[in-house]
């Protein structure tokens, strides 16, 4: 299993903003994830966050979810708990794009093309104090430096696209290989998670990991893994 600070990491790194609360507060939450995992928000006029001071205490809920067949469920929600600051004009767009990635909205230009003006739209992110998670059966808090230092596992985007693909076209032989491991008929299964240490597959309502022999180094090698899982032979 990939270490908590990278399962985590790699989790915010695709996961959207469900809840926003400002000391305390709900508030209308649109944001995304940037590229250090730091939550960022579009902030409208007439909102809480858009005339608070900058070291206002702000907590973000992302989610990460998990489309399999008609149904969506949840891998994993995180709470990250910290302090507002203004996204410098710099990285004003590429934080735009993060947020945009998530949740489209016309502001983000307006935000853009009138950074720093009183009645504009706002970008900010938060200033990470430490991050509370569950995902499966674990759960836990990281502080910032834990967090931040961590990286998205290397090998994710190719995870998700093969993960896709499993689910889309080989659930048979995904069955049949789980059954095979399992000694027995499994129900309904589907491919869960996917890294570079091995697979998570849910049966039914479980999930079940099935380790790799070593760690995969390539996207090639992790395909290669994952064939071992599915071959009935």
Same mark, same amino acid.
């Not at 990250?80 to 990285?91: H, K, L, R, S, T």
């Not at 900010?124 to 910032?144: F, I, K, M, P």
């Not at 049966?203 to 090698?221: H, K, Q, T, Y």
């Given at each position: 299993?990939? !270490?908590?600070?990278?399962?985590?990491?790699?989790?915010?790194?695709?996961?959207?903003?469900?809840?926003?609360?400002?000391?305390?507060?709900?508030?209308?939450?649109?944001?995304?994830?940037?590229?250090?995992?730091? !939550?960022?928000?579009?902030?409208? !006029? #007439?909102? $809480?966050?858009?005339? %608070?001071?900058?070291?206002?205490?702000?907590? =973000?809920?992302?989610?990460?979810?998990?489309?399999? #067949?008609?149904?969506?469920?949840?891998?994993?929600?995180?709470?990250?708990? #910290?302090?507002?600051?203004? =996204?410098?004009?710099?990285?004003?767009?590429? *934080?735009?794009?993060?947020?945009?990635?998530? /949740?489209?909205?016309? *502001?983000?230009?307006?935000?853009?093309?009138?950074?720093?003006?009183?009645?504009?739209?706002?970008?900010?992110?938060?200033?990470?104090?430490?991050? =509370?998670?569950? $995902?499966?059966?674990? *759960?836990?808090?990281?502080?910032?430096?834990?967090?931040?230092?961590?990286?998205?596992?290397?090998?994710?985007?190719?995870?998700?696209?093969?993960?896709?693909?499993?689910?889309?076209?080989?659930?048979?032989?995904?069955?049949?290989?789980?059954?095979?491991? %399992?000694?027995?008929?499994?129900?309904? =299964?589907?491919?869960?998670?996917?890294?570079?240490?091995?697979?998570?597959?849910?049966?039914?309502?479980?999930?079940?990991?099935?380790?790799?022999?070593?760690?995969?180094?390539?996207?090639?090698?992790?395909? $290669?893994?994952?064939?071992?899982?599915? /071959?009935?032979?």
């Amino acid at each position: 299993m990939l !270490p908590i600070p990278e399962r985590v990491r790699t989790l915010a790194a695709t996961a959207g903003v469900a809840k926003l609360s400002v000391e305390g507060a709900p508030s209308p939450a649109r944001g995304g994830v940037d590229g250090r995992g730091r !939550p960022v928000l579009l902030v409208l !006029p #007439g909102e $809480t966050l858009h005339g %608070l001071r900058e070291d206002a205490v702000v907590a =973000v809920n992302l989610t990460a979810m998990r489309q399999l #067949g008609s149904v969506t469920h949840p891998r994993g929600v995180i709470e990250v708990q #910290g302090w507002a600051e203004a =996204v410098p004009e710099g990285e004003a767009r590429s *934080s735009a794009v993060a947020v945009a990635a998530h /949740c489209p909205d016309e *502001s983000l230009f307006e935000a853009l093309e009138r950074y720093g003006q009183p009645d504009a739209p706002r970008l900010l992110r938060l200033d990470v104090g430490q991050v =509370v998670y569950l $995902t499966g059966q674990e *759960s836990g808090t990281l502080d910032a430096d834990d967090y931040l230092g961590a990286a998205p596992d290397p090998l994710a985007e190719t995870a998700e696209r093969v993960l896709a693909h499993v689910n889309a076209s080989h659930r048979p032989q995904l069955t049949a290989g789980v059954s095979r491991q %399992l000694g027995e008929r499994a129900g309904e =299964v589907w491919l869960w998670e996917l890294d570079r240490f091995g697979a998570t597959v849910r049966v039914d309502d479980s999930l079940v990991r099935f380790p790799w022999p070593i760690p995969a180094r390539s996207g090639l090698c992790l395909e $290669t893994a994952l064939r071992g899982l599915l /071959c009935t032979c």
